[in-house]
Nanobody, 126 residues
Framework: QVQLVESGGGLVQAGASLRLSCAASGRTFSSYAMGWFRQAPGKEREFVAAISRRGAPTYYGDSVKGRFTISRDNAKNTVYLQMNSLKPEDTAVYYC???????????????????WGQGTQVTVSS
């Protein structure tokens, strides 16, 4: 069982940066691949980024490539999403997700993640 708690969301202007954090409970965080997803009002949940249990490889959605960076600190049971050059279209609720994994496995498919956080709101004004 893994419990996930996101933090770091807020209201920023276009071009600003934010860093989201996702703190996980339990002693086996390093056994889980992690992902970030987002959902804007009236839209389907969208893949943002994923990272294997080892910290590499990583994978990004096309809309955030070159602007967002996913990382993890297994000693702190935390995964991060550094978001730079934010745009109004990045406005959404951001969720982190976890799935038990072996080796370098990770996925961009939300249906393959078993554990989800409650989400944190990111609002980017123009």
């Amino acid at each position: 069982q893994v419990q996930l708690v996101e933090s770091g969301g807020g209201l920023v202007q276009a071009g600003a940066s934010l860093r989201l954090s996702c703190a996980a409970s339990g002693r086996t965080f390093s056994s889980y691949a992690m992902g970030w997803f987002r959902q804007a009002p009236g839209k389907e949940r969208e893949f943002v980024a994923a990272i294997s249990r080892r910290g590499a490889p990583t994978y990004y959605g096309d809309s955030v490539k070159g602007r967002f960076t996913i990382s993890r600190d297994n000693a702190k049971n935390t995964v991060y999403l550094q978001m730079n050059s934010l745009k109004p279209e990045d406005t959404a609720v951001y969720y982190c997700a976890a799935q038990y994994a072996l080796g370098a496995w990770f996925t961009y498919d939300s249906s393959e993640y078993r554990y989800w956080g409650q989400g944190t709101q990111v609002t980017v004004s123009s």
